[in-house]
């Protein structure tokens, strides 16, 4: 077999010049999200750059929930973090909690107290702010900025003690007003706040800043390659010094440019505000680029790890082609999906010397295109069948291999029908066509010698089962939604959904179970959504067949 040599991305590169120089023996990454929110397919491109890496290099990822913030974090969002990265196919080492670490946070900033290196800052925000200056600007120090050892850690034991109310004492790091790098003057890594935390419950009045957490927990369990994203690079300074003065686990950072994706939102706080009010369904709405959406619309992980792969790991800000996902998706399904006809648009036609009461199976295959022998299920045949209405022109054009008055066409695993009379109702509108069926047309045994061109989808009316479908189209209709300035709601696409009351599914439909996916011939592909009773199945057109453009 030919193996693709596939060029390394740059993460790779260092990994392997890392491992190469005995730097490390194993590498471990980890996926930190914050809880604030669900996963949405910029989240699946980090999922997969950091376990993939690990998998390729043997060694391990953790799961981390970056739960420092506790007014923004909810339980909730912890689970349906754990269920997407699993349905991605991905296994974590361990689950961890940045919030379990607080304790020896704690005791870092103790550290950095003890070393000289922070200070309690009393300034207000309005104070610490005009400190900063500005990027040509150097700051000014904080008149609280030459504080002793012993009165910093009484004050900071003070405000872990509950003592100090919100805002009014910060933990600064001492580093350098006059810094070229803003981040570096004097940065907030300590803040006094009485709230609730979802796991530590009101142990803590005082919370650690991003800046103090992200870096340290990656060195408490010595992670060696802490790929996040580019907005970070002005941080990875901060995170360098960190790591020296306290003397800990050497992890680096790398960062790589975010995926972002033609009309598509990626940000979890905008996509909460769609849901709070009600403009979707919900986060698992099909049309949302959260994962739970893609997985209810009929996405695969499978599609997904194959575009992580294809779109690579760029260092520089680039807007991907939705198509180019859409375009793994049905790739991956066309391997997978059961074949089924089902009819959108219902036109009535009667097989006039086809007995009437008569029914026969028709074997119809699953998948041809399946990678083992899918099978085939037994289609009903009888006298009435439904068609689309398109597949049929009482006048038509050149070239029209379809349905028209005298003309053939074959009814797929079915017989070759030629259409004689075309019955109108009082509008003209065509209500049924009464046809002729050739007996030794018989799919897979057809004796007839007659040649038709076309070859339509039909389903026996009797035997059809009324379904819902549900069609969506692009939720925005700006392409590059970052480079919006207006309220992004102004971009939403009013006709997002189409919902198709009853349309008619051929019968092996009704043995359809959630999540599965479909190809229904010449329409689309589609898959069961949970909504579906017994009464009533509803389907969600995971994508059409073609690309639109
Ligand atoms: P959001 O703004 O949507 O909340 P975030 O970056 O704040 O995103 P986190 O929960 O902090 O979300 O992210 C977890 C990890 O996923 C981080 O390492 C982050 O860099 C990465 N990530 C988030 N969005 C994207 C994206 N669009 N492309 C690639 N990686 C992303
Ligand atoms: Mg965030």
């Known amino acids: 077999m030919m193996t693709e040599e596939k060029s390394l991305n740059f993460i790779e590169e260092i990994i392997e010049a890392d491992l190469k120089a005995g730097k490390h023996k194993t590498i471990a990454t980890r996926f930190p999200p914050e809880p604030n929110g669900y996963l949405h397919i910029g989240h699946a491109k980090s999922i997969c750059l950091n376990f993939g890496l690990a998998q390729k290099y043997g060694g391990k990822t953790n799961l981390r929930f970056d739960d420092t913030n506790p007014v923004t974090e909810e339980t909730e969002y912890v689970e349906n973090i754990k269920a997407d990265v699993k349905w991605l196919g991905f296994e974590w080492a361990e689950e961890l909690y940045a919030s379990d670490y607080f304790p020896q946070l704690y005791a870092f900033a103790v550290k950095l107290i003890n070393k000289g290196f922070a200070y309690v800052d009393d300034s207000t925000s309005e104070e610490m702010a005009k400190q900063k200056g500005a990027p040509t600007v150097p700051g000014t120090n904080s008149k609280y900025r030459s504080r002793s050892i012993e009165e910093n850690l009484k004050l900071f034991t003070e405000m872990k003690e509950g003592k100090h109310p919100d805002g009014s004492k910060v933990l600064r790091a001492k580093i350098d007003m006059g810094h070229v790098n803003m981040l570096m003057r004097d940065p907030v890594i300590y803040r006094v706040k009485h709230a609730h935390h979802h796991r530590t419950g009101d142990t803590w009045c005082v919370y650690p800043m991003y800046d103090f ?74 049309r949302m680029p959260t994962l739970s959406g893609a997985r209810r619309r009929g996405y695969t992980p499978e599609a997904f790890r194959e575009f992580c792969e294809k779109i690579g790991v760029a260092k520089r800000d680039n807007l991907i082609d939705l198509s180019l996902l859409e375009f793994c998706v049905r790739e991956h399904l066309n391997k997978i999906a059961y074949r089924r006809m089902v009819v959108f648009d219902p036109l009535k036609v009667v097989i006039t010397n086809y007995e009437e009461g008569k029914l026969e199976m028709m074997p119809s295959e699953n998948n041809t295109e399946a990678a083992e022998n899918a099978g085939v299920r037994e289609m009903p045949f009888s006298r009435e069948l439904f068609i689309e209405k398109d597949d049929f022109m009482e006048v038509p054009p050149k070239k029209y ?69 549900r069609q969506y189209e692009k939720l925005f209709v700006t392409e590059d939604m970052n480079a919006i300035e207006d309220d992004f709601k102004n971009h939403l696409n009013p006709h997002s959904l189409h919902v198709l009351p009853k349309v008619y599914a051929e019968p092996a439909l009704l043995n359809a179970k959630v999540g599965e996916h479909f190809q229904f011939l010449r329409m689309g592909y589609f898959c069961l959504d949970p909504d579906s009773t017994r009464e009533k199945l509803v389907f969600n057109r995971t994508v059409t067949l073609r690309d639109s453009k």
Not at 429 to 450: K, P, Q, W
């Open 401 to 469: 291999f379809r349905l028209s008055p005298g003309g053939m066409v074959r009814l797929k695993s079915g017989f070759i029908i030629k259409c004689g009379e075309v019955i109108k109702d009082a509008n003209g509108n065509v209500t049924e066509l009464r046809c002729t069926y050739i007996s030794e047309s018989r799919s897979g045994h057809d004796t007839s010698g007659v040649q038709v061109k076309g070859v339509i989808h039909w389903v026996s009316a009797a035997h059809a089962v009324p379904v819902e479908v």
């Open 213 to 286: 957490a992200h870096g340290q927990s990656d060195a408490i369990e010595q992670i060696t390659h802490s790929v996040c994203t580019l907005e970070f690079v002005p941080h990875r300074e901060l995170y360098d010094w960190f790591i020296e003065k306290l003397e800990i686990y050497p992890s680096k950072q790398y960062e790589f440019a975010r995926l972002n994706m033609t009309y598509t939102m990626m940000s979890k706080r905008k996509l909460m505000q769609l849901v709070n009010e009600n403009l979707v369904s919900g986060w698992d709405d099909p």
